[in-house]
């Protein structure tokens, strides 16, 4: 009888909304979570599969062997047909990256996985998933997270918050909301109710016929 696969969930947020912070606790929980970000370093760092396709695209993108990022940025910025060219060289490449996740967590028995992805409905992400958590925070305590980091001034703030989709609308299309404005066990008591949930619904199924 073959194995049902893990159930995807989705988790995403806008920016300074704490979703790494979240997508750590469901790994507390035992459950294999694919880091997005983490992907792209990787595909981006000396040696990665991205290097050399995005030096030939973009000459001048790559230092010491591995992809600049503030230097890529400056290519793609407010430039349509560039964020096209770099998305048809990396989108393939993380697509590699999240099969051989998945197969990973599948041949390890995991009932769930989670795929941390922050642009997960602007890029329609969402579709391939069955159920999408989303981190939320109110918009005074997202601004002021994201402007104590390092380098981050307001107009870039401005720039990244516009172009995700307003946490309102993330939100109503959740099939989970985490708020992390209360703690962080308050939050993590929210993703354990999650992954509880998520096991009861699998238990409840039938099994799969042969």
Partial sequence: MPARRPIHVGLTGSIGMGKSETARMFARLGVPVY??????????AAGGAAVAPLDAAFPGVVKD????????????????EATQRLQAIVYPLMAHERRKFLEDAEAAGAQIVVFD????????????MDAVVVVSAPSHIQRARVL???????????????????DE??????????????????????????????????????????
């Fill in 35 to 44: 880091d997005a970000d983490a992907a792209v370093h990787r595909l981006y």
């Fill in 65 to 80: 062997g591995a992809v600049d990022r503030a230097e890529l940025s400056k290519h793609v910025t407010g430039n349509h």
């Fill in 117 to 128: 992805i922050p642009l997960l409905f602007e890029t329609n992400g969402h579709t391939a």
């Fill in 148 to 166: 104590a980091r390092p380098g981050m001034t307001p107009e870039k703030f401005d720039y990244l918050h516009s172009r995700q989709m307003p």
């Fill in 169 to 210: 609308e993330k939100r109503a299309k959740a099939h989970f909301v985490v708020v992390t404005d209360k703690g962080l066990e308050h939050a993590f008591e929210q993703v354990k109710m999650i992954v509880d949930e998520l096991k009861y619904r699998l238990s409840q199924e039938k099994p799969q016929d042969a």
